[in-house]
């Protein structure tokens, strides 16, 4: 199967500072990616799509000017928590399709983020 | 809307048992529907998936899941539950976008296998 990547796995900040997650397709081109996040013992919410060349899509409730989204490539989409607070603290998950038409997403390991 | 109903939060089972957890649905078109299991602090392992066709589907671990359109599910069962299926587990369905389809999580089943 198709292989997604993140980077870093885990990882600790201020708060205050702000954070970039890499969500990589390894041996595929993804024109759109998902980012999702998970509260504890919770399950996964979808946060944004990014769309490679355009804008990402937020779903209601999320914050844009927080979670800043850049798509640049086709095989690259970063999320940045800015300005992160302890209520950030979370596990940030990503995805990527095939292709437009695929219905299977392909999920990254995710990325443990804690903010102190 | 699209949306994933998992009723049981949590469900505990004697290993060796045999386990079901139910995944009930509402989507407009036809679903594509998921199963995947997440181990404590770890990512996503997909089960199995049904697109279409045969409406029993197998997945590894010996898992298997039924769709039946007439009650919107998508049970997950298993015949002999092993200590190392205690997990969380997710039943989701994709959802189709302009950008492509994304996928709705169930909020999630937490097993439990006791000795």
């Known amino acids: 199967g198709a292989v997604v990547s993140q980077h870093p796995s885990w990882v600790i900040c201020k708060s205050g500072t702000s954070v970039k997650i890499e969500c990589r397709s390894l041996?595929?081109?993804?024109?759109?990616m998902f980012w999702y996040r998970q509260f504890p013992k919770q399950s996964l919410m979808l946060m944004a799509t990014?769309?490679?060349?355009?804008?990402?899509?937020?779903e209601q409730g999320v914050e844009k000017d927080k979670f800043l989204i850049n798509h640049a490539s086709l095989t690259l989409s970063t999320l940045t928590v800015t300005s992160a607070h302890p209520e950030d603290s979370s596990f940030y998950i990503c995805s990527a399709n095939l292709g437009r038409l695929n219905t299977e997403a392909f999920f990254g390991q995710g990325t443990r983020l804690t903010v102190v | 809307a699209q949306s994933v109903t998992q009723p049981d939060i949590h469900i505990t089972v004697s290993e060796g048992a045999s386990l079901e957890l139910r995944c009930n649905y509402s989507?407009?078109?036809?679903?594509?529907l998921f199963w995947y299991v997440q181990s404590p602090g770890q990512g996503l392992q997909l089960l199995l998936k049904y697109f279409s066709g045969d409406t029993l589907v197998q997945g590894i671990k010996g898992f298997e899941a039924e769709f039946k359109r007439s009650q919107s599910s998508f049970n997950l069962r298993k015949p002999s539950v092993h200590w190392s299926d205690a997990a969380e587990y997710f039943c989701a369905v994709g959802a189709g976008t302009t950008g492509g389809f994304k996928t709705i999580f169930g909020a999630g089943t937490r097993l439990f296998v006791k000795a």
């Open positions: 041996d595929f081109q993804a024109t759109t």
């Open positions: 989507y407009g078109a036809t679903p594509y």
């Open positions: 990014s769309n490679e060349g355009s804008k990402a899509t937020y």
